[in-house]
Structure formats: structure tokens, C-alpha cells
């Protein structure tokens, strides 16, 4: 049960089943052989974790193997268990320390060394850790989709970005070690101070848009601004319902943003619904108004 339904030879041997016994019981029904050494219980009626479970299985070193490490879900498989994935990928990803052949159902990938720390459980299914499953996808992965990774672990409340930075360092040739690196990079501690995973989500399309990352919460002529950019005196102002949903904060918003006209500070709004419906629109037009305000002052001077 524990295991969703399947056993490894092994796992048998060490019960008392001996190589004969074991074929017994399949020519009776009670065993049927999934791979070559794994074998489901009793019936065939598999969910998707017995499947990845019987992968997990099938790429175990073998007792004359030298045991490193076991083998564990990992890459798409891992993403699945962690929540990171929303729906379960067809092909089983496993990582092991010995080399496998892959077999029908399941990818066997090798690593010669995987941290403890890189291991970890995630509904009863030895898998590799958030991190390192971070780290694994890189390598297949758009650096657009590795950012939304992200995204997704800082939703759940997985990402421990010292720990990524960790199995960044221990990674060494890892081909997924540059691309997470770059991602991770707006996560890492430096002078934009952020509040909120809204502005850190904005920050990071502009600097990927190519415009010159804005301060973020900057005080400027006593008003602290969400993004701003001093040199053109262009302010955007993030809105959240949670710290704006009132009556007087909409009069408060609306003077505040008077107030800053006056001050010679143009800014714009944008709402956290819209930003996320289409962000490309959002930076397109940040964009043109940035380089409308930098002609302007141009012709001031």
C-alpha cells in the first residue's frame, strides 16, 4: 500500500521469496511483472504514482551493485509530486547512481553523486528535492518557463532560495547550472528592496524587456514610490486590492498622484490583474511612455 500497489525483486528476496517462489506466484495471478524486477500486487489497475513508484524501483542498483545513493523520482516527475507541474507527465523521470537502461514507461537519468540534501520524500515517493528538481529542468526548459518554476515554488512556499543557491554550488558541469543561475537571479538578495511578489514579478519582466530596472519602493519628494526611475522622474505605482480596496484610499491615490504631477513626477498604475492577464502589453506600453518622457525632458534641456 505504501508503495501504491508494486514490489521490486528485491524487495521480495528480502521477505523470503526466493527466484522460483517469485515465478510461482506470477504464473498464479498474485504478482505481474511490470519491468524487468518489478511487479505489481495482485492486479494491474495502476495509478500514476504506482507507475512512478515501479520506476523508482526499476532503476535500484542491483545487491552486487555498490550502493551509493537510491534512486528517485526526479525532473518532471519530482516537478508533478512537488506541485510545480500540474499534471503528471506522461514519461517517468528517475535519477539514479547506477546506469539504466530506460525502459518502456520510464527515463532513467545518471548521477554519479546526489547530495542528501538534493534527496527528499513527497507523498511516500523517494524524489529529489525542489532545488535540484529546479536545477534538472533547466536544462530542457525555455528560460521563460524556469522564471514561472519559480513563480510556482514561491506560491506553494517552496523556494528556499538559499538552498537553490546551494545546489547551484554543489551542481559543477550541471548544463542546467547557467540557466537557473540567470533566473534566480532577481531572488537574490541586492539593493531593490521589494515588498511583494507582485513587484519582484514586475521587476523582472522589465529588466527581461530590456529597459533599465526601476528603484524599487524609492522615496522621492517625501512620497515612497513602488517603481521608480529618478533620472526621468517616472513613477509606476503597483495596485494591490489588499492595500488599496477602500474608499479612502482611492481618494488618498488619486490626490498622492495630483500631488506628484505637481512635483514635476509622472506616473502611471497598474493593477496586479491586469499585469498578469497581459503583461506584454503592461511592458510594451511602460515602454513607449519611458521613452516618451526621455524625449520630452530632452527637449526641456
Known sequence: ???????????????????????????????????????????????????????????????????????????????????????????IDVTAPIRRRAKRRFRVHFSSILAPEDRGERQGIPVTSVPRTLLDLATRLHPDRIERLLERAEELDLLDVAAVEAVLGRAGGHRGRGRLGRALAVYRPDPTFTRSRFERQFRRRVVAAGITAPAMNFNAEGYELDAYWPDLRFAVELDLFETHGTRAAFERDHLRQEELKLLGIEMIRVTRPRFLREPDAVIANLAALLERRRRELNALD
Open 1 to 91: 500500500t505504501r508503495q501504491h500497489g508494486v514490489v521490486s525483486a528485491k524487495q521480495l528476496r528480502s521477505l523470503g521469496y526466493s527466484k522460483k517462489l517469485v515465478m510461482h506466484e506470477c504464473r498464479r495471478g498474485r504478482l505481474h511483472v511490470l519491468h524487468r524486477g518489478v511487479y505489481a500486487v495482485g492486479h494491474r489497475r495502476l495509478t500514476w504514482h504506482s507507475h512512478c513508484w515501479a520506476g523508482v524501483l526499476g532503476a535500484e542498483p542491483n545487491e552486487t551493485d555498490a550502493v551509493v545513493w537510491p534512486a528517485v523520482a526526479s525532473h518532471g516527475s519530482a516537478a508533478y509530486l512537488w506541485g510545480l507541474y500540474r499534471y503528471a507527465p506522461e514519461t
